[in-house]
């Protein structure tokens, strides 16, 4: 599978987890953090490979995409 595959399957895991822990309102509050954190921070733990990092940092990507795609609160 691709480095594209797995970070977006990590995306969809990330965002269920988090969606599932705070909700919607939550989450769409938070999501300047939440990106942050995945995109910026999480890339840190795997800085030893080249693979690793960048499926963590496609991966932080995707779910900032996936958080802004959450409908604003109405």
Do not use: C, H, N
């Amino acid at each position: 599978m691709s480095i594209l595959g797995i970070a977006f399957f990590t995306a969809i895991g990330y965002f269920i987890i988090v969606y599932k822990m705070l909700g919607r309102k939550k989450l769409v509050k938070t999501q300047l953090l939440w990106d942050i954190l995945f995109t910026l921070g999480l890339p840190i733990l795997f800085i030893g490979t080249f693979s690793g990092l960048a499926t963590a940092v496609l991966a932080g990507v995707m779910f900032s995409v996936f958080t802004s795609l959450l409908p604003k609160e109405s």
